[in-house]
């Protein structure tokens, strides 16, 4: 069982507990806005999502809580699989007071004692603020893409970042780039 303290957060797995928290988190349309499924509409929904995330075998799957009190601000997955993708989500209340990037910082300094060579976070390109917490813990911006993104159905360009965990310069992850037929590399200053 993966527990990570920081200065003002504790993360660690998901319980049914959470579900009250969890629930009007993924609920909210503004918080869900740029989350690859749709806001459950119901507790039971929501109770099945939850579900998922404990019984995941792979990666981190972990609830973001405020230390002092336990409060359930948001969620930091890392996926196991060829991208190692992190991904992250924060409730309204808590956006904007630095929670996410100090919580997938932890996150990062665990999978490099893991052994996890790389890590990959890709943003919708209309939600900036996502990039700029990938930009503070170092990640660099590698190539943009665009997908039709399921199950929403919506065509979405997102920004691929990637951060080396043990040092070794290495190429881009490509799977995205040759995935689409629409792939460029921006020249901004996200």
């Given at each position: 069982?993966?527990?990570?303290?920081?200065?003002?957060?504790?993360?660690?797995?998901?319980?049914?507990?959470?579900?009250?928290?969890?629930?009007?988190?993924?609920?909210?349309?503004?918080?869900?806005?740029?989350?690859?499924?749709?806001?459950?509409?119901?507790?039971?929904?929501?109770?099945?999502?939850?579900?998922?995330?404990?019984?995941?075998t792979?990666?981190?799957?972990?609830?973001?809580?405020?230390?002092?009190?336990?409060?359930?601000?948001?969620?930091?997955?890392?996926?196991?699989?060829?991208?190692?993708?992190?991904?992250?989500?924060?409730?309204?209340?808590?956006?904007g007071?630095?929670?996410?990037?100090?919580?997938?910082?932890?996150?990062?300094?665990?999978l490099?004692?893991?052994?996890?060579?790389?890590?990959?976070?890709?943003?919708?390109?209309?939600?900036?603020k996502?990039?700029?917490?990938m930009?503070?813990?170092?990640?660099?911006?590698?190539?943009?893409?665009?997908?039709q993104?399921?199950?929403?159905?919506?065509?979405?360009?997102?920004?691929?970042?990637?951060?080396?965990?043990?040092?070794?310069?290495?190429?881009?992850?490509?799977?995205?780039?040759?995935?689409?037929?629409?792939?460029?590399?921006?020249?901004?200053?996200?």
């Open positions: 069982m993966t527990v990570i303290e920081t200065q003002r957060l504790t993360l660690r797995p998901f319980t049914m507990t959470d579900l009250p928290e969890f629930f009007a988190m993924q609920a909210d349309k503004q918080v869900n806005r740029f989350l690859p499924w749709f806001p459950p509409a119901t507790a039971a929904e929501a109770a099945q999502m939850l579900a998922e995330l404990q019984n995941a792979a990666g981190l799957h972990l609830a973001v809580c405020l230390r002092q009190t336990g409060e359930l601000l948001g969620y930091v997955n890392a996926d196991d699989s060829g991208a190692h993708d992190l991904g992250y989500g924060l409730t309204r209340r808590a956006q007071h630095g929670y996410m990037t100090e919580a997938a910082g932890a996150v990062l300094a665990r490099c004692e893991l052994g996890w060579p790389f890590v990959t976070a890709t943003h919708d390109v209309r939600n900036p996502s990039g700029a917490v930009q503070r813990l170092g990640m660099i911006y590698q190539y943009s893409y665009e997908e993104w399921q199950p929403k159905n919506e065509l979405v360009t997102f920004r691929l970042y990637q951060l080396s965990l043990d040092g070794k310069t290495r190429p881009a992850f490509p799977l995205y780039w040759q995935q689409s037929t629409v792939h460029m590399v921006e020249k901004f200053a996200d």
